[in-house]
C-alpha cells in the first residue's frame, strides 16, 4: 500500500462534492488529465473502483465513499495536528525545563515564574533545584532548557544573560566581636572580616568558591569552625555562636526573626550575578523565548 497521499485525498473529495472531474480540477487548479491520472492509479494501487464513471459525471461507488470518509478522518486529524503545534510554535503549550541553583529558588525566581505562568497558562514548568555544576551538566545533557547559576563558571559554550544581582553578606551573632562593626546601609571590607572563624557552606559551592578565590588573592586561609550544606543550617549555626557566616543577598530573608548583625561586603568581586544560560545549538523554542524575554524585561542591575 502507498503512503497517504493528503493532495489526491483532497481530490477525491472534491470529485465527491462536485460530481465533475472539470469542475474538480478548475478548484484546484490543475488539468483534468492529472485529475483522472492520479485517480486512476489510486484505483489500481487499491485494486478497486472508487468512482462510476458516465457522461453525466463520477459518482462514489461503495467502496469510494468509505475510502472519502476516511480521507475526512485522516484529513481532519492532520488540521488538527497542524493546530495543536501553531500552540506550540506560538508559545501556548508545551514546556518550560528549569535546572536553578538555591539562591535562585530564593531570589526573585518564583514571582516571575508565577508572573510567566500567568501569561503562558499551557506551558508546564518543570523546576530541578541543583548546584551550579549540576545544573549546567543538566543543560549539556539536554535535561534542561535554561539553567540560573551563578557566574564565576566556565560559560564558553553557553549563551547568557543577567538574573540577578547577588550580593554577599556577611552576619555574625550580636554577641560577636564584630557585631558591632556590621551595619546594612555600609560595606565591610573582606580583610576585617575574614581572620574571624567561620561557619563554611557547600564545599566547591559557588560561595564557598568565591572566598576562597578571594582569601587567597589577600593571602589568607579562612578558618572553618565547622561546615554546613544549607543557608538555613549556616544561620542557625551563626545564631548558636559557631562563628561568622556569609550569605548572598538572594538569601538574606533566612536572617528574619533572628537578631544577627549583618552587612554588605565592600569589595567589587562581592558583587555577583546569577545568569541565566542555554545551550548555544539549541533551537529557541516559543516557551524559552517567552520566558527569556521576561527575564530581560524585569531584570534591574544594582546602581
Not at 60 to 89: H, K, N, P, W
Not at 209 to 237: H, I, Q, W, Y
Not at 270 to 277: E, I, N
Request: hydrophobic share 45%; charged share 25%; proline share 4%.
Amino acid at each position: 500500500m502507498a503512503p497517504f497521499d493528503s493532495v489526491t485525498a483532497r481530490l477525491i473529495l472534491l470529485l465527491a462534492d462536485t460530481g465533475s472531474i472539470g469542475r474538480a480540477a478548475e478548484r484546484e487548479g490543475i488539468a483534468s488529465s492529472a485529475v483522472s491520472r492520479r485517480v486512476s492509479d489510486l484505483e489500481n494501487r487499491l485494486g478497486t473502483a472508487l468512482f462510476d464513471r458516465s457522461a453525466h459525471g463520477v459518482r462514489l461507488t461503495a467502496a469510494g465513499s468509505a475510502y472519502a470518509e476516511g480521507c475526512r478522518t485522516v484529513l481532519r486529524a492532520i488540521a488538527d495536528l497542524d493546530a495543536t503545534m501553531v500552540d506550540f510554535s506560538s508559545g501556548q503549550r508545551g514546556s518550560l525545563r528549569l535546572a536553578c541553583t538555591g539562591s535562585a529558588l530564593t531570589g526573585r525566581l518564583p514571582e516571575l515564574l508565577a508572573r510567566y505562568s500567568q501569561n503562558h497558562t499551557g506551558i508546564g514548568l518543570d523546576i530541578m533545584e541543583m548546584g551550579a555544576a549540576r545544573a549546567l551538566l543538566a543543560l549539556d545533557e539536554g535535561r534542561a532548557d535554561v539553567a540560573i547559576v551563578s557566574d564565576n563558571y566556565d560559560f564558553a559554550r553557553f549563551e547568557t544573560r543577567p538574573f540577578e544581582d547577588d550580593r554577599v553578606w556577611v552576619l555574625a551573632p550580636p554577641e560577636h566581636p564584630l557585631a558591632a562593626r556590621l551595619e546594612p546601609r555600609s560595606g565591610i571590607a573582606f580583610a576585617e572580616v575574614a581572620e574571624h572563624a567561620i561557619v563554611g557552606i557547600h564545599h566547591a559551592g559557588a560561595l564557598d568558591r568565591l572566598l576562597a578565590e578571594a582569601a587567597r588573592r589577600d593571602g589568607r586561609k579562612l578558618t572553618e569552625s565547622l561546615r554546613v550544606e544549607s543557608f538555613p543550617a549556616l544561620v542557625r549555626m551563626v545564631e548558636a555562636g559557631f562563628g561568622i557566616g556569609f550569605l548572598r543577598s538572594t538569601s538574606l530573608h533566612l536572617l528574619a526573626g533572628t537578631d544577627l548583625a549583618c552587612a554588605p561586603l565592600a569589595e567589587s568581586w562581592a558583587l555577583r550575578q546569577l545568569l541565566v544560560a542555554r545551550r548555544r545549538s539549541t533551537p529557541l523554542s516559543a516557551p524559552v523565548k517567552g520566558f527569556l524575554s521576561l527575564v530581560s524585561e524585569t531584570y534591574a542591575p544594582t546602581p
